[in-house]
């Protein structure tokens, strides 16, 4: 089946540093490309998203990039702060939104 | 508050009983998705409605069924249940507009705990 890959599963750096969280993707068809930021518990939340027709998105601090055909696309966050302390998934989609396909998620711990 | 609203937010059960779990999606949104989260564990995609057809299928076991009704709301219903089926039942649903996609409100959640 089709298949969403997330590494690393845990991630940690110190305040001030960037953190980079990778995905691979096998689904040729999938266009959309959703980042979830999920705290300890709360539910998930988007904080950022890219589609195929693009190659890189920022907002503020954080950034993703998307290389369609290697499949891979990847979370950027600057200059990183404690409350960015969180699970990340990311998700890759197709063009009707059906059956999002979750990775496995990255812990980021931020050290003051 | 997301706009997607999940009932109950615990629910404690014992072995061989059956659940039913309620989502109301965010207003105006077609689609609702029913995700599991065990502990420590990443989404794992049960099933998806839009407007009241099922639209996919993912990991979801046999004793497991959803539906969305025509006010939109949705319940997933846990017959015979397992200790394993223990985990966090996330809903979100999406707008579902042609020709794009957009990104999934979660609701908050219910902590199933079967014993």
């Known amino acids: 089946g089709e298949n969403v890959e997330q590494h690393p599963s845990t991630l940690s750096v110190q305040e001030g540093d960037s953190a980079v969280i990778k995905c691979t993707y096998s689904d040729s068809a999938s266009n959309y490309f959703p980042w979830y930021k999920q705290e300890l518990g709360k539910r998930p939340q988007l904080i950022i998203d890219?589609?195929?027709?693009?190659g890189e998105k920022k907002d503020q601090r954080i950034a993703v990039t998307l290389n369609k055909t290697a499949k891979h696309f990847s979370l950027h966050i600057t200059e990183t702060q404690p409350e960015d302390s969180a699970v990340y998934f990311c998700a890759a989609g197709d063009t009707g939104g059906f059956k999002t396909i979750f990775g496995a998620g990255t812990r980021l711990f931020v050290k003051a | 508050d997301s706009g997607v609203t999940q009932t109950p937010k615990h629910l404690i059960t014992a072995t061989g009983q059956r659940v039913t779990l309620r989502c109301s999606p965010r207003s105006g949104d077609l689609s609702v998705y029913w995700y599991q989260q065990s502990l420590d564990q990443g989404l794992q995609f049960l099933i998806q409605?839009?407007?009241?057809?099922?639209?996919a299928k993912g990991n979801i076991l046999e004793r497991f069924s959803a539906q969305q009704f025509p006010d939109l709301h949705s319940e997933l219903n846990l017959s015979s249940l397992e200790l394993g089926d223990s985990a966090l039942y996330f809903c979100?649903?999406?707008?579902?507009?042609?020709?794009?996609?957009?990104?999934?409100?979660f609701g908050s959640g219910t902590r199933l705990t079967v014993v």
């Open positions: 979100a649903s999406s707008p579902q507009r042609t020709g794009g996609l957009w990104g999934y409100t």
């Open positions: 409605y839009y407007n009241g057809e099922e639209r």
């Open positions: 890219i589609r195929s027709n693009v």
